[in-house]
C-alpha cells in the first residue's frame, strides 16, 4: 500500500497558479512520521483523472487529491473518480444538509433558487462516499477507497487534509518513518560508485541507497552525497559498511 498525493489543474499545469500544496503535505506527513510514495500533477481532463484514479483504486494505495470537486463546467474530479469506480454520482445527505445550511449562513437567497440547486451539485459524490468536513466555509469534501479529495484552496484543503491524516488515517502515523547517513565523497563518479551501491542493496534488504552529485559545491567543489536510508537497525549496520569499502581521505560525514 502506497501513499499518493494527486495535484489537479490546469491552473497548475499552465503556470496561472503556483502550486503549494506538495510542500505543505510534506511537511504535514514528516510531523506524523509518513512518506509520501507518489505524486501525480494533471489537469482537468476527465478521461486522464479517471484512468489516473482507477490506478491507485486498484493497487489498494492511500490518496490525497487536491483539486477540482467545485460544480463548474472545468471540474472533473467527483465525476471522475466515480466513474474509475463503476459508480453512480448521488447527492450525499448529509453534504446537501451542509450546503443548504452554508446558503443561509451567508445569506444567498432562497435555497430553491437556481444558482443555489447548482450549489447542490459540489454534494454529488460516487455512491458510498463519505464527507470530509470544511471547517471554512461547510462545503464538505469526500473520501472513498481510502481515497481523500479536497478542494484546489490551500484555506479550505489543508485542515481537510490534516482531519483525514488525524481521524481515519491515524493508524498510519510512524509507518513512513526513515533515518539516513550519508557521506560527501569528493571528487568522485557515479559510475565507480555504481558497484557499491549495487551490493549495499543486495547486503541489506530493506535499505536503499542515493547518490546526489554536484558540480559546482562552494564548499566540496564537484562532489557525491552518498548514502544510505531505511530503518534505524538498518541504516546503521548499512552505513557501517559503506564507510569500510571506501577509499580513506576520499570521504568525509554529510552535515545532518
Known amino acids: 500500500m502506497g501513499l499518493g498525493l494527486y495535484i489537479i489543474g490546469d491552473e497548475i499545469l499552465s503556470g496561472k497558479r503556483q502550486d503549494k500544496h506538495f510542500p505543505h503535505v510534506l511537511e504535514l506527513l514528516k510531523a506524523r512520521q509518513m512518506r509520501l510514495d507518489w505524486v501525480q500533477y494533471l489537469g482537468d481532463d476527465p478521461a486522464l483523472l479517471a484512468a489516473a484514479f482507477h490506478v491507485s483504486f486498484s493497487r489498494g494505495d492511500v490518496a490525497l487529491s487536491c483539486g477540482g470537486i467545485g460544480a463548474t463546467p472545468d471540474d472533473h474530479t467527483r465525476q471522475s473518480a466515480a466513474r474509475a469506480l463503476g459508480l453512480p454520482l448521488e447527492l450525499h445527505p448529509e453534504a446537501k444538509a451542509l450546503i443548504e445550511q452554508r446558503v443561509i449562513d451567508a445569506q444567498l437567497g432562497d435555497v430553491d433558487a437556481p444558482a443555489n440547486l447548482q450549489r447542490l451539485q459540489m454534494g454529488m459524490f460516487a455512491q458510498g462516499s463519505a464527507i470530509i468536513p470544511n471547517p471554512y466555509n461547510k462545503i464538505p469534501g469526500f473520501s472513498i477507497r481510502q481515497h481523500y479529495f479536497v478542494p484546489g484552496f490551500p484555506v479550505m484543503a489543508w485542515p481537510m487534509l490534516e ?41 541489506f534488504p530493506g535499505i536503499k541507497v542515493f547518490s546526489l552529485p554536484s558540480v559546482d559545491h562552494p564548499v566540496w567543489g564537484r562532489h557525491i552525497e552518498l548514502g544510505v536510508k531505511g530503518d534505524v537497525a538498518g541504516v546503521e549496520q548499512a552505513f557501517a559498511y559503506l564507510c569500510a569499502q571506501l577509499p580513506e581521505g576520499i570521504w568525509e560525514d554529510a552535515p545532518k
Open 163 to 203: 482531519w483525514a491524516l488525524d481521524g481515519p488515517l491515524a493508524h498510519l502515523h510512524g509507518q513512513g518513518h526513515q533515518v539516513e547517513r550519508a557521506v560527501i565523497v569528493r571528487k568522485a563518479m557515479e559510475s565507480d560508485l555504481t558497484p557499491l551501491m549495487e551490493d549495499i542493496e543486495r547486503r
